[in-house]
């Protein structure tokens, strides 16, 4: 269909022009100046300079001595100067500038010959031609890349003419378009005989050209009436607010694409009222929108002005660890809470966040250190007290450093437990050598050597084995404790009594231990779940932290059967289904924040019931969470019969089963739960 608008045939000029082969016109600034310095317009026929002459005024004027000599005349460049100023600043695409200084050359090198003819010593070569000829040979250069030039203009334009044929074919106006553009301008720099050649291949294809672009128009008008009903839609959709603006903007966007079309006008009118009408709820949600993210600006200002406050007025040397560590969790809660925050500001507002957040952690690492760096001291002081001859005096000074270790209070899980152990030993050694020597001193008062004391000692070591070997020293102890009661002889008299107390104090001792340590059966449990709870665990503290593990599901499942499978079918499991979340979720660091969450309630759920079974007092935080259990357990069994020792620790045992079982929990959440287990144990 051709529309009756005929499209503008007048190829587009670019916003440059460009050096042409054409008189005059096409001569460039450099060339025209250098040409006007030469002594001829491109055209002219060179003139020889002729030295005006002097007036008769100026000629009977005699210089007076007592007046300044006249300044000196300037000095006129020569022909061959300003022909070889002209060559150097003439473009080789100036072909009739070129023209006319190889003409002039000509001339100049005439003109020579003839001088030369009737000097009385004639110049050499090397005199008057080396110049000349350097001259000549430059412009015979241009002249020759002219030719060059304007052939390679000439394929350009018979090769468009073929890619031109080709894209009216396929249908693409916009290349041909430009084609034929770029060929207009190209047909200009070409000699007039070329331009009338390659025009007539070039004619016939601007009447398919135009063809097109009434078609094109048409399509164009028909296209923008499906945008707008594709708008008018928009105004009566229930999309969400960011979705419509999305949608209203890729209607916009296709529109601009499509360019002028007929009735473009009127089209454009509707569309843009309909586009109004669709968009006015989108501009009540990003105005509620904006009003949110300026008060969250605020809100999250509010925070770190806070935080900057307090870790400015910290004490170094009274740092209170669990504060700064809940302090810093609730920040991290309340910085996700007022969200969103213009995009504009939330750079700088995010680094000044982490910029306090990392100086209270420096703070408190400094702290930790300080306080690792008190307890280690404490351990070496009771290192210490192992040499000191006074031993009495050594065991006063270790129960002060017990109340002095009290004192310091908890610092980080992992060191703390380290550290204790060193402590701890260093303690029992100590005491263990005033048990000792206690022992030596009695048997040298008594100077009796009995079978009793061996056995005493025998049982002695069994409290010294480790949990695993502990736990099946049963039977030994049984046969030792036999063996004590058979060597107590009724001639003992006094020792007997002595002797009698040490055995009951060690079966105290190992009883205690006993009913404290898990058989050897959940031992082995104990350890097959732990090995499970490690392998989720690295991965799901990955994840909290914002990571993605480099881990696939499969390779999840390869390093889950390398472990000792789980003796226990329903902590097995549970376990199984801690690994199935971890699978589903490995791609997704931004679920696990909520399933901490969900889990930290779970841990802190198992330590309250834990407490609660052991008498132990529950944190402030916990409180109301205590208060239901109880409510809970009054409806359902008033009346029963109070946990044994035994039931306590078979009950403590399933609690620590069920704490492996949870996950994911942040690395702080999970220490602190398992220092509140540890107390409920000790209490025990």
């Not at 002039?104 to 020579?112: F, I, K, S, T």
């Not at 199984?576 to 979340?581: D, G, P, V």
Request: aromatic letters at 4%.
């Amino acid at each position: 269909m051709t529309s009756s608008t005929t499209p503008d045939t007048t190829p587009a000029m670019p916003d440059q022009p460009e050096e042409t082969g054409q008189p005059a016109a096409a001569v460039d600034d450099g060339a025209q100046t250098a040409a006007t310095q030469a002594g001829d317009p491109p055209h002219a026929t060179a003139t020889p300079d002729v030295a005006p002459a002097e007036t008769s005024n100026t000629a009977a004027l005699k210089p007076d001595s007592d007046t300044a000599a006249p300044p000196a005349p300037a000095v006129k460049p020569s022909e061959k100067e300003k022909l070889q100023k002209a060559a150097a600043a003439t473009s080789f695409k100036d072909l009739p500038t070129l023209l006319s200084l190889q003409k002039r050359l000509e001339r100049l090198m005439a003109e020579g010959s003839a001088s030369d003819e009737t000097a009385t010593v004639p110049p050499t070569p090397a005199q008057a031609d080396d110049d000349l000829v350097k001259i000549a040979t430059q412009l015979q250069a241009l002249i020759a890349e002219h030719q060059r030039w304007q052939q390679k203009l000439s394929k350009d334009v018979e090769q468009s003419v073929i890619t031109m044929t080709a894209h009216i074919n396929d249908g693409r106006v916009s290349e041909a378009q430009s084609l034929w553009d770029r060929s207009q301008n190209a047909i200009k720099r070409l000699a007039s005989d070329e331009q009338d050649r390659l025009q007539a291949q070039l004619t016939p294809l601007k009447l398919e050209l135009n063809k097109l672009l009434d078609w094109k128009k048409f399509a164009s008008s028909e296209k923008k009436k499906e945008l707008i009903d594709q708008m008018e839609v928009l105004t009566t959709d229930e999309s969400s607010p960011p979705q419509k603006a999305k949608l209203i903007r890729a209607l916009q966007d296709e529109w601009k694409l499509l360019g002028h079309s007929d009735d473009n006008d009127d089209l454009w009118t509707r569309f843009s009222e309909l586009a109004k009408v669709a968009f006015e709820p989108c501009k009540v949600y990003f105005r509620e929108r904006k009003e949110k993210q300026a008060a969250n600006l605020i809100a999250r200002n509010n925070i770190c002005e806070q935080l900057e406050a307090y870790a400015a007025t910290m004490d170094p040397d009274a740092v209170n660890l669990a504060e700064v560590s809940k302090l810093e969790n609730q920040a991290r809660d309340d910085w996700k809470k007022y969200a969103p925050v213009a995009q504009a500001k939330i750079k700088n507002l995010q680094k000044r966040f982490n910029t306090v957040l990392a100086d209270l952690r420096q703070k408190k690492r400094q702290a930790l250190q300080a306080h690792n760096a008190q307890k280690q001291a404490l351990i070496e002081q009771a290192q210490a007290l192992l040499t000191q001859d006074d031993l009495q005096g050594a065991i006063q000074q270790a129960k002060t450093l017990q109340q002095n270790w009290k004192a310091l209070g908890a610092g980080s899980f992992k060191d703390d437990r380290k550290l204790w152990t060193e402590f701890r030993a260093a303690c029992d050694a100590l005491f263990e050598r005033r048990d000792t020597v206690t022992k030596e001193q009695k048997q040298q008062q008594r100077q009796v050597s009995s079978a009793a004391r061996d056995t005493l000692r025998k049982i002695a070591a069994l409290l010294s084995l480790t949990d695993e070997e502990f736990s099946q020293s049963r039977s030994q102890f049984n046969s030792l404790a036999q063996e004590f009661r058979a060597a107590l002889t009724p001639d003992m008299k006094a020792e007997r009594k002595a002797l009698q107390d040490q055995f009951n104090q060690l079966s105290r001792k190992y009883e205690a231990r006993l009913r404290t340590t898990p058989d050897k059966k959940v031992l082995q449990l104990m350890q097959q779940v732990q090995a499970k709870a490690a392998l989720c665990q690295q991965y799901e503290e990955m994840l909290l932290d914002g990571k993605t593990p480099d881990i696939s599901s499969e390779s999840l499942d390869e390093a889950w059967g390398e472990l000792d499978s789980i003796a226990d079918a329903d902590i097995e499991k549970a376990m199984k289904k801690r690994l199935r979340q971890l699978q589903q979720h490995l791609q997704d660091p931004a679920a696990w924040s909520a399933m901490a969450a969900k889990q930290e309630t779970r841990g802190r759920e198992l330590c309250v019931a834990a407490e609660i079974m052991s008498g132990v007092d529950t944190p402030a935080a916990d409180k109301a969470i205590r208060m239901q259990q109880q409510l809970n357990q009054l409806q359902r069994g008033l009346g029963r019969m109070p946990l044994t020792q035994k039931d306590k620790l078979q009950q403590m045992q399933q609690t620590d089963m069920a704490f492996l079982c949870l996950g994911p929990l942040l690395p702080l959440t999970r220490s602190t739960l398992q220092n509140r287990l540890q107390h409920i144990r000790q209490k025990i």
